[in-house]
């Protein structure tokens, strides 16, 4: 294609430093003239270069010359004969443990809060407290505000995904709408399919809802599909339950391929698909992965999301596309939450309506991918040699394999020390990810958490 030619062109330039690190590239409208082509070839030309990150935007400013991800091995993801396995919550909490440590920036995956528009959100909640009037003293509407409905719509009708606020329900963060919709698609005792490694929050839910669970093999494209149609035809499992974009913790996303044929075979087969999609607006590209969803016909798929990971865990706010199941949904929605906080949702509304959100993304997806870069390139040049680093497409995790290592050891020197990390164990019922850790990248790498990241390395290297 036209534009990979070009990109390849400005590549060769930036190796040879005719385009240093951190100068300014050309606009958009002198890259066309430049090369002669269309402002939609030059479009493509710059995200191509963002994906490969040759490039970064910055938003009101334009692109400059970065540094592309250093590149290394990355963690190798074992492949095997998905079989169904019952699940204690003892087992699903190995790695989570309150009260033993305070949670810290390279456990739990979170923005640093230095990162978020505080101030911005408290003028948001203002408003939209005001807005309310007497309406503030009523009881919440059972689907979700009205005007945030209408705003979550709009957003993301922006990115080429359309849906109506009239079929979406308003839940309290992203884990509540997953929970309800395994709720209402499946019974305790039931079979759920999962990706493997699957993020230990998840195992932790399907444990407490006395679920089983069929792990099924992550492939670079996403999951091994061909093994989730099998399990669909031999009605071995009542529903699947998937991150699709920038997966917790191996940061690989599902091709648009995979994607709808996840969709299509939830509907072939008429097994419920739900689809985890908390750090879709977290990608290193401006341009929006579609989700599964996108693809879907009958109704089939229950599309999950929140702004817990991108912009407030304490707002408790998600929501949830239910398809074909939107009647039981909303019916066990209300019984259980009688709805989400009004004033809340008049304030996100606000936010969203009023453009800051879309410009707080554009932001933090830019410090993401820094951060990304910074984690990896210390973490190349201190751990243990032969150790694999993942390259994620989005997100803010980063999932290490380091030969020989112990992670049981690790775990519980970093108990002792009030370190507070993810061991592969975590993210699996099976006797995988021995030698795996996930850390969160969500801190810019300052003096402070280079000295946390130096402790971790320290217990890496004590623990093989």
């Known amino acids: 294609m036209r534009y990979q030619g070009i990109a390849e062109q400005i590549i060769t330039d930036i190796q040879a430093e005719k385009l240093p690190h951190g100068s300014r590239m050309p606009s958009l409208r002198k890259l066309a003239q430049q090369f002669n082509i269309s402002m939609t070839t030059a479009i493509n030309t710059y995200h191509y270069l963002e994906e490969l990150g040759w490039i970064i935007a910055k938003p009101q400013s334009g692109f400059y010359v970065s540094r592309p991800l250093l590149a290394s091995k990355t963690p190798e993801l074992p492949q095997f004969r998905s ?22 920036p390279l456990g739990i995956s979170q923005l640093a809060p230095d990162l978020m528009p505080t101030e911005a959100l408290q003028r948001s909640l203002k408003r939209g407290i005001s807005r309310l009037a007497r309406q503030l003293h009523n009881y919440p509407d059972r689907q979700g505000d009205p005007a945030l ?32 919709a395994l709720e209402t698609v499946s019974d305790p005792g039931d079979a ?88 879709i607006e977290l990608g290193q590209s401006k341009t929006l992965p579609l989700p599964a969803k996108y693809w879907d016909k009958g109704g089939f798929l ?10 407030s865990a304490g707002f408790r706010v998600g929501w949830c596309l239910p398809g074909q199941f939107f ?58 040699e032969g150790s694999a680093v993942s390259q994620p497409t989005g997100g803010m995790v980063l999932w290490l394999q380091i030969p020989g290592l112990n992670s049981q050891s690790l ?46 390395v320290g217990l890496i290297h004590r623990s093989r």
């Open 327 to 384: 009647t039981g949904y909303e019916r066990r929605h209300g019984v259980n939450h009688f709805g989400i906080s009004t004033p809340v949702q008049a304030g996100l509304a606000d936010f969203i309506n009023t453009g800051q959100y879309r410009r707080h993304l554009n932001r933090a997806r830019i410090q993401l991918q820094k951060n990304l870069k910074d984690y990896r390139e210390y973490l190349l040049a201190h751990l243990p």
């Open 411 to 456: 775990w519980q020197q970093a108990i002792k020390e009030g370190l507070d990390l993810r061991i592969g164990p975590a993210f699996t019922t099976l006797d995988y990810y021995q030698d795996y850790v996930r850390i969160n990248a969500g801190w810019p790498l300052d003096e402070q958490i280079e000295a946390l990241l130096a402790r971790f």
């Open 302 to 311: 229950l599309w999950c999301g929140s702004v817990s990971k991108t912009l």
């Open 149 to 180: 409905r209408l705003a979550l719509e709009e957003h993301f009708c922006t990115y080429g995904f359309p849906f109506s606020a009239k079929d979406l329900v308003i839940t309290g963060g992203c884990i509540d709408g997953v929970r309800i």
């Open 83 to 104: 079989q169904l396995k019952s699940i204690s919550f003892q087992e699903s909490g190995i790695n989570y443990q309150p009260g033993i440590y305070e949670p810290g």
């Open 192 to 279: 759920i399919a999962i990706s493997s490694p699957c993020f230990s929050g998840l195992l932790e839910l399907l444990a407490g809802l006395n679920r089983n669970v069929v792990e099924i093999p992550s492939t670079e494209e996403g999951i091994d599909l061909d093994q989730f149609e099998v399990l669909l035809k031999n009605k071995t499992v009542k529903a699947g339950l998937f991150s699709t974009s920038h997966m917790n913790p191996q940061g690989i996303s599902m091709s648009a391929a995979q994607k709808q044929r996840l969709a299509e075979l939830a509907n072939q087969y008429q097994i419920p698909v739900i689809e985890d999609d908390i750090y």
